[in-house]
Every structure is written in structure tokens, then in C-alpha cells.
């Protein structure tokens, strides 16, 4: 059954730090992977994207503050999070799609979808 599975989230104070992983039941090195995230009532945006050779994209919003990683031995996704604001919060999705995703950090491009895990950061 080919899945993501997203772990690693919870609740922190302002300027505090968080690690997501998300796990692939198949081998996700030559997919384009990301992280979206979503706050009720506005749509799924885009953090950080990784491509097949490591090549990094962020939202404005968190560069400097967020780092994405892949381990393609353990087919995981992370999304090392630093300085968290409380415009943090929200429920962070891993996106998955096989070859190469022309615009990154646009939520169409990917097929897979983990099911999501919550971040909220208090002030």
C-alpha cells in the first residue's frame, strides 16, 4: 500500500523548535517531495520542497527558519523547524509526486498525501 505517514508534531512556545518526519511505504528517492500546511478555512501552502538531487525551495515565510531533509535509506521526509511564530500553527502535510514537480510549492502537483499532523505555537 504506498502511503506517507507524518510525525513529529505538537505544541511549543514562540521561538522554540520542531522536528516533522514522514515516513514513504515505498521508495520516494526519485519522487519530488514537500510540506504544505493548512489553517482552517484558507487553502494548503507551501514550506519547503526537496527534488531528486537535493535541491531545496522554501516559502518566504520560513526561510532561514525551516530546513528540509531527506534520508532516501529510510524513505523519510523531515522539516527541521526553528524560531516557530505562532503564524506557525497549523496542520503540516507531506506531499509526494513521481519525476519532478514544476512548481514546487503548488499543491496540484502532488498525487500523495500523508495525513497530516498539528503544530501549534503559543506566544
Known amino acids: 500500500q504506498v502511503r506517507l505517514m507524518e510525525s513529529g508534531g505538537g505544541s511549543v512556545q514562540a521561538g522554540g523548535s520542531l522536528r516533522l518526519s514522514c515516513r514513504a511505504s515505498?521508495?520516494?528517492?526519485?519522487?519530488?517531495m514537500a510540506w504544505f500546511r493548512q489553517v482552517p478555512g484558507r487553502q494548503r501552502e507551501g514550506v519547503a520542497h526537496?527534488?531528486?538531487?537535493?535541491?531545496?525551495t522554501y516559502a518566504d515565510s520560513v526561510k532561514g527558519r525551516f530546513t528540509i531533509s531527506k534520508d532516501n535509506a529510510e524513505n523519510t521526509l523531515h522539516l527541521h523547524m526553528n524560531s516557530l511564530k505562532p503564524d506557525d500553527t497549523a496542520v503540516y502535510y507531506c506531499?509526494?509526486?513521481?519525476?519532478?514537480?514544476?512548481?514546487?510549492?503548488?499543491?496540484?502537483?502532488?498525487?500523495?498525501w500523508g495525513q497530516g499532523t498539528q503544530v501549534t505555537v503559543s506566544s
Open positions: 506531499g509526494a509526486t513521481y519525476g519532478r514537480a514544476w512548481y514546487p510549492l503548488v499543491k496540484d502537483e502532488y498525487s500523495l
Open positions: 515505498f521508495d520516494s528517492s526519485t519522487y519530488f
Open positions: 526537496i527534488d531528486t538531487d537535493g535541491r531545496t
